[in-house]
């Protein structure tokens, strides 16, 4: 029980250490994929843009449940990168002149990135009454350098919006995209050591050590183990 105990505590450790590495490489691969990646307008017939009189139209993120359907909609979609932005109004009122003016305006910019899946996130949402900001929400981004931005839109299609570096996670992406990656870095890891093993195995050598074997069930140079020897 006691030798079992250090042994989890070991394999837990492992576990943690790569799924920790598969969050990393997910935000990572988000950042480089919002900076450098490129996006054009959604193939529709009228270039990504879509109208509430010729379809029903919903957010393309979640948004508070009161927000109204969206009355317009433009997508740019790329290779690991999608924007959407999308406003609605509703209702109208007289303004002091006799002119008619919306009651609320809801608008919504979202930008998401990652790959295999859009795993992070940045969005701004903005409700305004009397064509007057009264309410802001953005999820949390890290904003880059003018010239930054400016040597980016030059190497690569700019999608028109201003770049930054996405915090908040697309759940439930982000763990989906953190298991892909974890994964992958054990597989990384440990095929070198099991073509190793193998090789060791066939020419009649300690897996570990790579001494050979004798007739005894340990290996006589570090102690371990002698596995079952594969047929020559």
Request: charged residues 20%.
């Amino acid at each position: 029980m006691t030798a079992l105990r250090p042994r989890r505590q070991r394999q837990v450790r492992t576990i943690a250490l790569f799924l920790l590495l598969g969050a990393l490489t997910t935000v990572v691969v988000a950042w480089v994929l919002c900076m450098l990646g490129s996006a054009t307008p959604e193939r529709t017939e009228s270039g990504g843009m879509r109208w509430a009189h010729d379809e029903l139209l919903e957010w393309p993120v979640h948004v508070p449940a009161d927000w109204p359907q969206p009355t317009f909609l433009y997508a740019r979609i790329g290779r690991g990168l999608r924007i959407d932005v999308g406003n609605t109004a509703i209702g109208d009122d007289r303004g002091p002149h006799g002119a008619m003016r919306q009651m609320a305006q809801y608008s919504l910019t979202s930008v998401r990135s990652g790959w295999p899946v859009l795993a992070m996130q940045s969005r701004t949402m903005i409700v305004r009454q009397h064509a007057r900001a009264e309410r802001i929400d953005r999820a949390p981004a890290i904003p880059l350098p003018f010239w930054l931005r400016q040597y980016i839109d030059g190497i690569s299609e700019g999608y028109g919006l201003t770049r930054a570096l996405p915090l908040s996670p697309v759940w439930p992406e982000f763990l989906a995209s953190t298991l892909i990656y974890a994964l992958a870095f054990w597989i990384l890891l440990r095929l070198p050591r099991a073509v190793r093993a193998h090789i060791r195995l066939r020419r009649g050598q300690c897996v570990h050590c790579g001494y050979p074997i004798a007739s005894s069930d340990v290996c006589t140079e570090c102690g371990a183990p002698v596995p079952t020897r594969a047929p020559a």
